[in-house]
């Protein structure tokens, strides 16, 4: 009986200790020893100027926000915060990240000017991510690459401040490039949130099995499917019962016109209520980065399909109600859009495609 009891002690003397522990991080030179444990708390700190706070945890750990991060700040490329590992239990508390985005915002966003932490927030871990503020943001938000299925539910993006002009932005909105989520993944849920922002509320580059569901999406572009570049595949993405209040465009999808090799099918919208829409309510894009110009045809996309419950999107007075841009033979199959009613503003233009059913403008 005597040698499982040496054993132990050669092992503890050794330093392997269990991870059935709690790691309580107040700063970063806490984080190696915290991240050893399954529960970890996070209170409130400020991070230093160019660093990222960054959280590599065990499979299966809970993590608790008891207070609010801040960072200081440095131009630099970042990420501010980045999480990783697998079935992960991240409770914000209703706690903030603040990327202190005013001493960054120039108008420019990542198209020039002061070099600023893009994305704020990398999240690459399975399991839950729930009840996190980010305010003001320096650019992109959250970055999401989940390595498994991921539910994000019940978050807050404040970066309202941005719709004002600053010293550095020569009039224009200081905020730019302030995209809610970047997903580029596959089995993501983001649910029950709110974003307020200058740019994409939603962006999906490449993925599959997205549902973007019960969200508020308020000041910027509004929820889109793209930019889609060559070689994505994008297929299986539901955007149901969202709230789109003040944005340039409802619904986008939006594709390269130089993009080859590149697939984008079933796309489900449903329940969807728009209000405000400057630019659009509805457009489907082949020729970005142009808006409505030369499409091309190396994307092929299909299944754009409006379901039940109705989407109801109400455009400004100066706005086009749909717009389809598609390059020759790229869309392609039938497309039902009865549960689509769009009012307000004008009719645009449908290129190149003559699939749509159930819906006239």
């Not at 970042?78 to 914000?92: A, V, Y």
């Not at 299986?236 to 944005?247: D, E, H, K, L």
């Not at 796309?267 to 110009?293: E, L, M």
Request: hydrophobic share 35%.
């Amino acid at each position: 009986m005597w040698k499982p009891l040496l054993s132990f002690l050669v092992l503890a003397a050794s330093g392997y200790a269990s991870s059935d522990c709690t790691g309580t991080i107040n700063s970063l030179n806490d984080v190696a020893a915290a991240v050893a444990c399954t529960t970890v708390v996070l209170n409130g700190f400020q991070v230093p100027a160019g660093q990222t706070l960054n959280l590599d945890l065990l499979d299966g750990t809970k993590v608790t926000m008891n207070g609010d991060i801040s960072f200081a700040h440095q131009n630099w490329a970042g990420p501010l915060f980045q999480i990783t590992g697998d079935s992960i239990t991240f409770n914000g508390n209703g706690h903030t990240f603040n990327g202190n985005g005013p001493l960054y915002w120039d108008g420019l966003g990542g198209n020039g000017g002061v070099v600023k932490p893009a994305p704020m927030m990398k999240i690459r871990i399975s399991g839950t991510y729930s009840n996190v503020k980010v305010l003001n943001s320096p650019a992109r938000t959250y970055s999401v690459s989940n390595p498994g299925p991921l539910v994000m539910d019940s978050l807050t993006i404040d970066n309202s401040l941005g719709d004002q002009p600053n010293s550095n932005s020569n009039g224009l909105a200081a905020g730019h490039n302030t995209d809610g989520f970047d997903a580029s993944t596959e089995d993501l849920t983001i649910q029950n949130s709110v974003i307020m922002n200058q740019d994409d509320c939603l962006a999906i580059n490449r993925g599959a099995n997205i549902v973007f569901k019960n969200n508020h999406c308020s000041g910027g572009h509004g929820i889109s499917v793209g930019s889609i570049d060559s070689g994505v595949t994008v297929n299986g993405i539901v955007i149901t019962g969202n709230t789109i209040t003040n944005n340039d465009q409802a619904l986008r999808i939006k594709t390269d016109a130089a993009a080859s090799g590149s697939t984008v099918t079933n796309i489900t919208y449903s329940g969807n209520t728009a209000t405000g829409c400057k630019r659009f309510g509805v457009i489907i894009d082949q020729s970005y980065p142009s808006t409505i110009g030369t499409p091309g045809s190396g994307v092929k996309l299909s299944g754009v399909n409006f379901v039940s419950p109705q989407t109801s999107i109400s455009v400004n007075s100066g706005a086009q109600r749909v717009a389809v841009n598609c390059g020759v033979g790229s869309c392609t199959g039938s497309w039902n859009w009865a549960n689509l009613k769009v009012s307000g503003g004008s009719a645009g233009k449908i290129t190149n495609f003559n699939g749509i059913t159930g819906f006239s403008q």
